[in-house]
């Protein structure tokens, strides 16, 4: 069929990129801040493409490229920055420079994609972040799309890695009835299983013991920020995890063990960039990649990447939609993420303290904490008279006076953000 044009935002060194390709989309262009992994995308694409256009920088920055340019390609897609959302950090949300989530669906109005993928970590889905997800939802819908977000675990798709990613959809309306999200497939494959071939090679004696014990799927590997840490496989219960496997999760090897190493009983192995690349989900013909840079760099690659086989099968749903090549189905309503936003947003004239506490008894304080902290909440009166108004979104959208753009002046500070 008529290959599919795709525009990648934050591609990364290229997960996504590699299973929208597998999926039918050529790439129009990607999009990339980080030059090592914007050096492994280009070198891939071009492989795959024959030609390849990738743009380095900030992708809010207009002095990199042109959205206006690439007014109603197929498909918008990217991971925008996780740390915004991640348990692993602060989850502060909207008041993280690195938070790009709002400003990609804004995005969309500029280049009116026939769809639209972004892809995040589990935190997003968390109460927390339900007003967040509410704005992103209402917006989508002013912009003509039908919206979706699901769950989805790499192990579901063939990768030996359980890697909970949530997944945004959005499809202009006129397709919303032939989307089908794909169908989940529970591999069989486990670490030891994909890896076993890695650890013998260099003649290690206990390869096959090892493959034997290591019989279950990986935890999600942790690309890192650049913020801190070096290459490890993660925080401290990551690496008891990764034991449990016979794996160090200390540090990455520069070599897999030779015959003269001990058994893993007594000195666990560490993986190397190409086994933590298998457990990615790059495995097999068709889904060969070479990562350029230092090994410390190539591992943030590897780990921040979104496993190829998942992007495939969300790829080949949103062609199949596009296509309108699988039978129509009844479309769900747009999920109501969180009912306080919608009584403040719809309001017509301040709502008190009162009237809130009867529509939500219990939890009304942590609500209003939350929602106060992606959005101005105008506060007026006290006690039960206290009147609430909803105000601006604080994501990053594109607005002048945004904190964000203070952080990205200087190179230096760009050079540490991921």
Same mark, same amino acid.
């Given at each position: 069929?008529? %290959?599919?044009?795709?525009?990648?935002?934050?591609?990364?060194?290229? &997960?996504?990129?590699?299973?929208?390709?597998?999926?039918?989309?050529?790439?129009?262009?990607?999009?990339?801040?980080?030059?090592?992994?914007?050096?492994?995308?280009?070198? =891939?694409?071009?492989r @795959?493409?024959?030609e390849?256009?990738?743009?380095?920088?900030?992708?809010?920055?207009?002095?990199?490229?042109?959205?206006?340019?690439?007014?109603?390609?197929? @498909?918008?897609?990217?991971?925008?920055?996780?740390?915004?959302?991640?348990?692993?950090?602060?989850? /502060?949300?909207?008041?993280?420079?690195?938070?790009?989530?709002?400003?990609?669906? %804004?995005?969309?109005?500029?280049?009116?994609?026939?769809?639209?993928?972004?892809? =995040?970590?589990?935190?997003?889905?968390? +109460?927390?972040?339900?007003?967040?997800?509410?704005?992103?939802?209402?917006? #989508?819908?002013? #912009?003509?799309?039908?919206? %979706?977000?699901? #769950?989805?675990?790499? =192990?579901?798709? &063939?990768?030996?890695?359980?890697? +909970?990613?949530?997944?945004?959809?959005?499809?202009?309306e006129?397709?919303?009835?032939?989307?089908?999200?794909?169908?989940?497939? +529970?591999?069989?494959?486990?670490? &030891?299983?994909?890896?076993?071939?890695?650890?013998?090679?260099r003649?290690?004696?206990?390869?096959?013991?090892?493959?034997?014990?290591?019989?279950?799927?990986?935890?999600?590997?942790?690309?890192?920020?650049?913020? *801190?840490?070096?290459?490890?496989?993660?925080?401290?219960?990551?690496?008891?995890?990764?034991?449990?496997?016979?794996?160090?999760?200390?540090?990455?090897?520069?070599?897999?063990?030779?015959? =003269?190493?001990?058994?893993?009983?007594?000195?666990?192995?560490? @993986?190397?960039?190409?086994?933590?690349?298998?457990?990615?989900?790059?495995?097999?013909?068709?889904?060969?990649?070479?990562?350029?840079?230092?090994?410390?760099?190539?591992?943030?690659?590897?780990?921040?990447?979104?496993?190829? +086989?998942?992007?495939?099968?969300?790829g080949?749903?949103?062609?199949d939609?596009?296509?309108?090549?699988?039978?129509?189905r009844? $479309?769900?309503?747009?999920?109501?993420?969180?009912?306080?936003?919608?009584?403040?947003?719809?309001?017509s004239?301040?709502?008190? *303290?009162?009237?809130?506490?009867? /529509?939500?008894?219990?939890?009304?304080?942590?609500?209003?904490?939350?929602?106060?902290?992606?959005?101005v @909440?105008?506060?007026?009166?006290?006690?039960?008279?206290?009147?609430? $108004?909803?105000?601006?979104?604080?994501?990053?959208?594109?607005?002048?006076?945004?904190?964000?753009?203070?952080?990205?002046?200087?190179k230096?500070?760009?050079?540490?953000?991921?």
């Open positions: 069929m008529t %290959e599919l044009r795709a525009v990648e935002i934050c591609a990364g060194a290229g &997960g996504q990129s590699l299973g929208l390709h597998r999926a039918g989309f050529r790439h129009d262009l990607a999009v990339e801040l980080d030059e090592s992994a914007a050096a492994t995308l280009r070198h =891939n694409l071009t @795959l493409q024959g390849a256009k990738v743009a380095v920088g900030d992708v809010a920055d207009p002095a990199v490229w042109n959205p206006a340019e690439f007014r109603e390609v197929d @498909l918008l897609a990217g991971g925008v920055p996780c740390p915004p959302f991640s348990v692993a950090g602060k989850q /502060l949300g909207s008041a993280d420079e690195r938070d790009l989530f709002a400003w990609a669906v %804004e995005l969309a109005g500029v280049v009116q994609p026939r769809a639209l993928l972004l892809e =995040n970590v589990r935190g997003l889905s968390a +109460p927390r972040f339900s007003g967040y997800r509410q704005a992103v939802a209402d917006r #989508l819908g002013e #912009l003509g799309y039908w919206s %979706e977000w699901r #769950l989805l675990k790499a =192990n579901e798709f &063939g990768v030996p890695q359980l890697r +909970p990613r949530f997944v945004l959809v959005a499809v202009r006129e397709f919303a009835a032939h989307f089908h999200w794909p169908e989940p497939t +529970p591999t069989d494959r486990t670490v &030891g299983s994909e890896l076993r071939d890695l650890m013998a090679s003649g290690w004696r206990y390869a096959d013991k090892w493959a034997e014990f290591a019989a279950g799927i990986a935890p999600t590997i942790v690309g890192g920020s650049k913020k *801190h840490g070096g290459a490890d496989l993660g925080p401290t219960r990551a690496k008891a995890a990764w034991a449990q496997l016979g794996v160090d999760g200390k540090g990455i090897a520069n070599e897999a063990p030779d015959r =003269n190493d001990p058994s893993f009983r007594t000195r666990m192995p560490r @993986l190397t960039n190409e086994m933590v690349a298998r457990l990615q989900g790059w495995n097999g013909p068709g889904f060969e990649w070479e990562f350029l840079g230092r090994k410390t760099s190539v591992y943030r690659q590897i780990g921040n990447a979104f496993p190829p +086989p998942v992007a495939e099968a969300i080949r749903a949103i062609a939609a596009l296509r309108a090549s699988v039978p129509r009844d $479309v769900a309503a747009v999920t109501e993420h969180d009912v306080l936003y919608g009584v403040l947003r719809g309001a004239a301040p709502v008190t *303290h009162a009237e809130l506490v009867a /529509l939500f008894p219990g939890d009304l304080d942590r609500r209003l904490d939350a929602l106060e902290r992606d959005f @909440l105008e506060r007026s009166g006290a006690g039960s008279e206290t009147r609430y $108004v909803l105000g601006d979104f604080k994501a990053f959208r594109g607005q002048d006076d945004h904190l964000r753009h203070a952080v990205f002046a200087s230096a500070t760009r050079s540490r953000v991921s």
